[in-house]
T-cell receptor
Framework: GENVGLHLPTLSVQEGDNSIINCAYS??????FIWYKQESGKGPQFIID?????DKRQGQRVTVLLNKTVKHLSLQIAATQPGDSAVYFC?????????????FGAGTRLAVHP | EPEVTQTPSHQVTQMGQEVILRCVPI?????FYWYRQILGQKVEFLVS????????KSEIFDDQFSVERPDGSNFTLKIRSTKLEDSAMYFC????????????FGPGTRLTVL
């Protein structure tokens, strides 16, 4: 079946460095992609999203890049802070199928060291 | 800032018992969802709900599960006869519309089946 997966299960960075979290997806018909942050004991928190008709979108300290050719999604966090430590999930919404559910990837744990 | 709330935060039950998990979606949202996350695994879609009926459900959402919007604010997930493998975090989410619209998640209910 279709799935969304992540290349790296854990990522350790130094405070102040930039972080890049990657995600591969296999459903070429997916229209909408979202990055969520999940802190321990909490629900997924929306970070940023992107439609399939875009290849880049920027937020505050975060940038999402979408490469439809290779079905790859990445989240870049600038000047990573200790508060960024969490598990990050990419998710896709295969809108073209008339669906409205999110298919989550496996998650990457980001550990920020002082 | 409006948020999705869930009660209880932790529910412990005996195998075979019925449980009801409660959610209060964001007030102007029309689409509601339940997801679950088994410890250490990814978030999985269970069901979406709109206009007082299920719009989509996953294969996990079998006859033991049901959802209801008993009044104008609550959205519930009932598990009729819990099994050990139902132990997980259950997240409620809501969105204003379907499609390209952010799903906002609640803090979750941790269900432990003994």
């Amino acid at each position: 079946g279709e799935n969304v997966g992540l290349h790296l299960p854990t990522l350790s960075v130094q405070e102040g460095d930039n972080s890049i979290i990657n995600c591969a997806y296999s459903n070429s018909a997916s229209d909408y992609f979202i990055w969520y942050k999940q802190e321990s004991g909490k629900g997924p928190q929306f970070i940023i999203d992107i439609r399939s008709n875009m290849d880049k979108r920027q937020g505050q300290r975060v940038t999402v890049l979408l490469n439809k050719t290779v079905k790859h999604l990445s989240l870049q966090i600038a000047a990573t802070q200790p508060g960024d430590s969490a598990v990050y999930f990419c998710a896709e919404n295969p809108l073209s199928g008339g669906y409205n559910k999110l298919i989550f990837g496996a998650g990457t744990r980001l550990a920020v060291h002082p | 800032e409006p948020e999705v709330t869930q009660t209880p935060s932790h529910q412990v039950t005996q195998m075979g018992q019925e449980v009801i998990l409660r959610c209060v979606p964001i007030s102007n949202h029309l689409y509601f969802y339940w997801y679950r996350q088994i410890l250490g695994q990814k978030v999985e879609f269970l069901v979406s709900f709109y206009n007082n009926e299920i719009s989509e459900k996953s294969e996990i959402f079998d006859d033991q599960f049901s959802v209801e919007r008993p009044d104008g604010s609550n959205f519930t997930l009932k598990i009729r006869s819990t099994k050990l493998e139902d132990s997980a975090m259950y997240f409620c989410a809501s969105s204003i519309s379907k499609g390209v619209d952010t799903q906002y998640f609640g803090p979750g209910t941790r269900l432990t089946v003994l």
